[in-house]
Each structure stands twice: as C-alpha cells, then as structure tokens.
DNA sequence: ACAAAAGTGTTTTTGTTACACCCATGT
DNA sequence: ACATGGGTGTAACAAAAACACTTTTGT
C-alpha cells in the first residue's frame, strides 16, 4: 500500500499578463524549445511553494496571483519517464517589471495566446485550459483586478475585460456593474494621459483579494 | 532537472450519493478509521483510471461520473511519508445497489456529509471541498442527473437539489427551470407511489453527459 | 371523505441590455 | 476649433421570484 513509483512530479505555471492590448503568457526558451516555467516539486516541499519557487527562479516574477488549475499526469504525456504536472495559472500585474525582479536564469518572453509557438509536452493544452478558466471566471469573480496594476482607470480595466473575453463591451453598462461590486476605490487622482480628457485613478479596495460575485 | 524523489502518488475519490434524504459519501473502513476509497497511481497508470480502478476495487462502484477536484500535496499531509493525492469526486446514482457490484474487498460505510466521522489524514478537507464544488456545479450544469436513476420523478430531482443546497426550492420555478434546459423527457411510464396521484417518470436526454448552462 | 403528493400560470420584481450626448484636456 | 477618450442616465426587455388552487390516487 505504501510502494513508491518512480515518477516526476513538477508543477508547471501559464503566466498570464496583457502586453500590448492581448492577453500573453510567459515562455522559457528551453534549448530550441518553448515551454511554460515550471519544474520538480522537492522532496519537502508544497505544491504551491514549488509552483512559486520555479516562477521566481526562472522569470523573476515573485508576490503574484496563483491557483491551481489541474494535473495532467497520462503515462505518455512525456516521452521516456513517467511525469505527472500539477498546473497552475499566474496572474501578472500590467506594469509589473520584470527588470525589477531578480534576473531570470533562462531566456523568457511574453507571448501572445493566440500567436504561440510549439510548445514542449502537453503545455499547450495547459494554457488552452488556464485561458478558458481564466475567461470563466471573469464572470463570477473579480479576478481582473489581479492584472490590474494599483492604479488604474476604468477604461483600463473594461480593456482588461473585453481582451480576456475577445468581445467588446458596453462602457455605461460595465462600469455600473464593476462599481456596483464594491471592490474598487477611487484614489482622487487622475491619470494624466494626454490629448484628451484625464480620466480618474481607481485602486483595489482588497488588493490581494479575489472576491465570488452573487 | 530529471531529479525522482520518492514520492508516494494517490488517487483519493469522493463518491457521492442521495442516501435516505441526505448526501452522503461512501467511506472505507482501514483497521479503526475511515478513509476515502483511493490508493496509489500505477506506473504506468492514467490518473482518472488509477481513481476508477480504486473505486471499483474497494467499493465495487464502476461507470460512475468521475471529476478531478483538486491536488494536495503539503509535505505533512502523511506522517512519515512524503504522499501527494490527486482528489476526485464521483456521483454514484440514487437506487444503484452496491451488492450488483463486484464484492469490496473493504468495510463501506456510507456516511451522510453532515454526520462524518474522523477521516484519515486530510480527507475531511477533501470532502469539504468536493461538497463545495457540487453545490456550485448545480448552479450552471445538468449535473444532478448523474446523481438520478435511469427513471425519476421531478419531485425526485427537486428533492436532489434541495439535498445538495441545503434550502427549499419553488415547485413551479423549478419545474420551468428544468423543463426549460431540455436535458429530460418524459418516458411516458408513471410512477406507482400509493396513497396519492401517480407521477410521470422522466429519463436524462443525453444520461452520460454533464451540459453547462448558459 | 380525507390525506398526500402531483401538476399547473400569472403577476411582480429584479436584473440586463441597448442606446447618445456632453466634458475636459492637448494640440 | 478640433480631435480624443472620459464620463453620465433612462427606457425596453428578459429572467427570476413569489404565489394557491385543482387533480389523482389510496385508504
């Protein structure tokens, strides 16, 4: 009852942030092949943990949104070992710097989800997965918020919305229902953008937190 | 990068059930506790069939809906040993008798949700989980008919529903409600309770399958 | 005749969608 | 003055919730 199989067992993360108006994921360059971040899981150590050291490691990117997404683990998903992944999705502030974090060990780069390359392993259905988990819970969450940098207008963020969910949306309409959820505040700043009228500054009521709508 | 730390991979599986106007989950009775039904992944075994073939083994239970939940994998989840547990839960349909099935090869016991015992390691928060998840799954999909017999009554399904939620609902919105989704039909036959109006028995359209609604 | 659950529509309320103009700024 | 995106309310419609009586059977 307690034999131990020989197996792998990683935890591989789908990086999302938006990068030039379209939602992206974060990339390794493995030899010539692209892969998520992500590696084994230590001997003592938790999944999340795990999920979170390889993400710093490899990208820099650290004090981020993660939730476990599912875990793949068919005998032949990689050639050769039995390998089971627990995946997870990351969410990346817009903003967010990755010259400020630690210097990533491997060759990164964002990638938009609708241009991405051949990806190593099953990584590819794991990204198609953490996108429709993502887009699903724009609905019943505020989940946005996560790519949001602190402050941000509410342009901005139906952007966020309407690039996640591939369709446009009505701008009296949303912001009626994102203000009607409580979960933003507005700064009293505004954004001084140019050319055009300043639009006011909001920021997250609970930062780290992702509220369940109804 | 290919590192093998021994580990010990399970699959644990939560098999639900309307059991006496209750919900309730099929325990397995290991020395002096309950656990849930589950062990370890072959080598070379996918990870929904090692959680099938747990269930079939020890319950006798086989060609029932089955989920992944979640994965847990604190490094003291297990005294001692370092286990990673991949959690399913499953719907085992009303009426189904488990002495059909292949004799277990286990004590099973099922036990309603709000009247469990102390559970091995973390399967109560396991349990919890999977409990949460149904009752949110019944808010947008058909999946109370996987907890149905081939034939059943509308009152029967509302009866699962109210179990599941834990509140009374409206007869005629529910009725609407479920007629409205076309996942049923009426088979013709009515239903023989005595003592007041006889019902009329209806069959899921597509039984395997599980629709989303909206 | 009575008890017990089955069956059936309409009204009210709530939430969602559609829609157009003025405002503040930079050039 | 004009170009650009920021900001605002209301009416129509759809969906959800509230609500009570008649029907069919067994005893």
């Known amino acids: 009852m307690t034999l131990r199989i020989p197996l792998l067992l990683t935890a591989e993360i789908v990086p999302f942030a938006i990068c030039t108006e379209r939602l ?3 990339l390794v360059q493995q030899a010539t092949t692209w892969r998520l971040p992500g590696g084994p899981v230590g ?3 938790d999944l999340d943990a795990a999920a979170r050291r390889h993400l710093a490691e490899q990208t820099g990117l650290g004090e981020i949104y993660l939730e476990q997404l599912y875990t793949f683990g068919e005998p032949n998903r990689d050639s ?3 390998a089971v992944a627990v995946a997870y999705y990351a969410l990346v502030r817009a ?3 990755l010259a400020d974090a630690v210097p990533a060990i491997a060759e990164t780069r964002w990638v938009a989800v609708d241009d991405m ?3 190593a392993l099953d ?3 794991i990204v198609t997965l953490a996108r429709r988990r993502l887009a699903a819970k724009l609905a019943y969450s505020t989940i946005a ?3 949001m940098p602190e402050c941000f207008t509410l342009s901005q963020l139906q952007a966020v919305h309407e690039i996640i969910l591939g369709e446009l949306l009505d701008k009296r309409n949303f912001r009626k229902r994102i203000l009607a959820l409580d979960c933003i505040e507005a700064t009293g700043e505004m954004a001084r953008q140019y050319g055009h009228r300043p639009a006011r500054l909001f ?3 609970r930062p780290g937190q992702v509220d369940f709508i109804k």
């Open 123 to 125: 990584h590819a259905a």
């Open 203 to 205: 920021r997250a009521k």
């Open 95 to 97: 903003g967010f710097s």
């Open 117 to 119: 390359p051949v990806l």
């Open 80 to 82: 050769g070992q039995r």
């Open 145 to 147: 918020l996560q790519l």
């Open 43 to 45: 001997g003592e150590e």
């Open 24 to 26: 992206a994921v974060l």
